[in-house]
């Protein structure tokens, strides 16, 4: 079957780097993506990376897949306090669908 | 483009009552998606529709919920008779999907702010 799974939590202090891990269970996902949720608002797309790649990089962000393991990764690099959100990881699953994580709840801290 | 539209933002009903809940999707969009977003539960797809017509209503908690979508550009979610646990954030995503079986794109969903629904 189809399922995402996340940590719930991260703190980390303003400037150093976030990274945020989510495991995927369905090989054949053919995009994997990374939306952001900040407070009364909707899920924005933060990126996305199509399967065939490893690594995909934009300003300061870095996402690792690593395909054999199913694993993702989000890598935020000089944290704001601007990032504090809810990070969730989605991979696409049939029909069009995406099959969303719990979502993590990033803490930054001044 | 004003991107996805839902209204109303906040909903507070009493228990029994009819709510509907609607959304407009991106223009040229052709698919819609509706999630329901709790604490408890996080982020869950109830239904989602493709040139209209409903593909996966799997994620409908039961038959006091009900979803249409008439046109390309407008769709409803409605709870009648509301309950207290239907307290929740409804989203609606609307995305470009492949008309051709087997077709690959990146399908990226966009959101629209959310309904806060509280039934008392």
């Known amino acids: 079957g189809e399922d995402v799974e996340q940590s719930l939590f991260l703190s980390v202090r303003e400037g150093d780097s976030s990274v945020i891990n989510c495991t995927y269970t369905?090989?054949?996902?053919?995009?994997l993506y990374w939306y952001k949720q900040e407070p009364g608002a909707g899920l924005q797309l933060l990126t996305y990376i199509f399967s065939n790649m490893d690594m995909k990089q934009d300003q300061r962000l870095t996402v690792l897949l690593n395909k054999k393991d199913k694993h993702l990764s989000l890598r935020i690099a000089d944290t704001q306090t601007g990032d504090s959100a809810i990070y969730f990881c989605a991979e696409r699953g049939q029909g069009g669908k995406l099959i969303f994580g719990q979502g993590t709840e990033l803490s930054v801290k001044p | 483009d004003a991107g996805v539209i839902q209204s109303p933002r906040h909903e507070v009903t009493e228990m029994g009552q009819e709510v509907t809940l609607r959304c407009k999707p991106i223009?040229?969009?052709?698919?819609l998606f509706w999630y329901r977003q709790t604490m408890m539960r996080g982020l869950e797809l109830l239904i989602y529709?493709?040139?209209?017509?409903?593909?996966?209503d799997s994620g409908m908690p039961e038959d006091r919920f009900s979803a249409k979508m008439p046109n390309a550009s407008f769709s409803t979610l409605k709870i009648q008779p509301s309950e207290p646990r239907d307290s929740a954030v409804y989203f609606c995503?609307?995305?470009?999907?492949?008309?051709?079986?087997?077709?690959?794109?990146?399908?990226?969903?966009?959101f629209g702010a959310g309904t806060r629904l509280s039934v008392l």
């Open positions: 529709f493709n040139n209209n017509v409903p593909i996966d």
């Open positions: 223009s040229g969009h052709n698919s």
């Open positions: 369905d090989s054949s996902s053919t995009y």
């Open positions: 995503a609307s995305s470009l999907s492949p008309g051709l079986a087997g077709a690959v794109t990146k399908n990226i969903q966009y």
